[in-house]
């Protein structure tokens, strides 16, 4: 459930936040909302590196623990 926050900021700096916002394309609350999320971690839909490391190790490749060489890797792109 989304929640409203009411900050107090300078007059310039909120001229110059809408006008960043603005040249990117989205509004304020956008811009402090994504700066948040990457504050404190990952946002909705991102996995992080070490869950990729773990489904790599346990969800291994088919080679069945052949060592494949960077010619036989690359043989049918540059043969």
Partial sequence: MAKNLTISVDEGLLRR????????????????????ENLVGKQPGE????????????????????????DELYEDRIG
Avoid: C, F, P, W
């Fill in 17 to 36: 936040a809408r006008a960043v916002a603005r040249k990117q394309g989205t509004s304020l609350n956008a811009l402090l909302r994504g700066y948040l």
């Fill in 47 to 70: 996995v992080s590196a070490d869950e990729l490391l773990m489904l790599m190790r346990d969800h291994g490749g088919r080679s069945g623990g052949r060592k494949i060489g960077r």
